[in-house]
């Protein structure tokens, strides 16, 4: 077993114009600019997924565009979280998961579940959704990440849950929903949603270092002792574990030079 897992850090998407002359070279054609993102970073999140569906064919273009060891993280669709009853997602569940996203194969990261901020923490409703969690699509392992933003949710029995069903619990690092950094699952999902478009990488370059300080050790399977947890009293097994880091929300106009930077102290 190697001593740590494998970091990744990258931004949201890789469609936004003020990133053109900024992140991307003058006059650089749109539909070039996944191509030269996905070899400045090594992971993206998709975030066009929560809102509506895409087909085979615009997975298999993402897979062609991008080099062997990229990875896309995948927004599970709205239809899926926002809604008052979680156990009786079952269908559209269903079909998310029927829309091609197979086509990715080995790039095929993380699904991140993202739930309203009006969303409580229901013990028996929420495990239900767990239970609608495939563990494959196309014979691809699936890795569940959840963004709660309600602070019922930071309390011991959430902890346990999202251990049970080895789904991570994603650290949302953001001005208005609570921080919990519980390591759930057998990989680490972060968001990093505080930076400033006025700091040339987002993030100052003293917080980037901590950002991969903290990522180190998630990545060799402990717990950094300097970010707030929902149940301080247990701890995941130690063990290595990949880390995924994602510059996204505030700052997003540097968000690219955030991730690189990033990279850059992790190497």
């Known amino acids: 077993m190697s001593k740590s897992g494998t970091i990744r850090a990258g931004m949201g998407g890789w469609t936004f114009e003020p990133w053109e002359g900024t992140f991307y070279p003058d006059k650089l054609p749109k539909k070039q600019q996944l191509h030269f993102a996905s070899r400045q970073v090594p992971t ?6 929560y809102y509506s569906g895409f087909t085979p064919a615009t997975y298999a273009k993402w897979f062609a565009e991008t080099p062997d060891d990229f990875v896309f993280s995948i927004k599970g669709n709205r239809f899926v979280t926002n809604r008052k009853v979680l156990g009786e997602a079952s269908e559209s569940m269903a079909k998310f998961f ?3 996203l197979d ?3 080995p790039k095929l990261g993380p699904i991140i579940w993202q739930f309203a901020p009006t969303k409580k923490f229901e013990p028996d409703d929420f495990e239900a959704f767990l239970k609608l969690l495939p563990a494959k699509v196309g014979g691809i392992a699936l890795r569940h990440a959840l963004e709660v933003r309600n602070i ?3 309390v011991p029995e959430f902890v346990a849950l999202a251990r049970k069903y080895n789904a991570a ?3 949302a690092h953001h001005f208005d929903y609570p921080e919990f950094a519980d390591v759930t699952g057998d990989f680490v ?3 990093l949603q505080k930076g400033s478009d ?4 987002a993030y ?5 270092g901590k950002w991969v300080e903290r990522a180190k050790i998630w990545a060799a399977g402990g717990q950094p002792d300097d970010l707030p947890y929902a149940d301080p009293s247990t701890k995941a097994e130690h063990k290595p574990r990949d880390v995924f880091l994602y510059i996204i929300h505030e700052g997003k106009i540097r968000a690219p030079q955030g991730a690189v930077a990033l990279m850059e102290r992790v190497a």
């Open 189 to 191: 999902y972060a968001r």
């Open 198 to 201: 006025d700091v040339p990488t």
């Open 169 to 171: 619990i994603c650290y």
């Open 98 to 100: 029927s829309q091609g």
């Open 204 to 208: 100052k370059p003293s917080d980037l």
């Open 152 to 154: 019922s949710f930071a």
């Open 103 to 105: 086509e990715l194969g």
């Open 44 to 49: 993206i999140e998709v975030n066009g997924t």
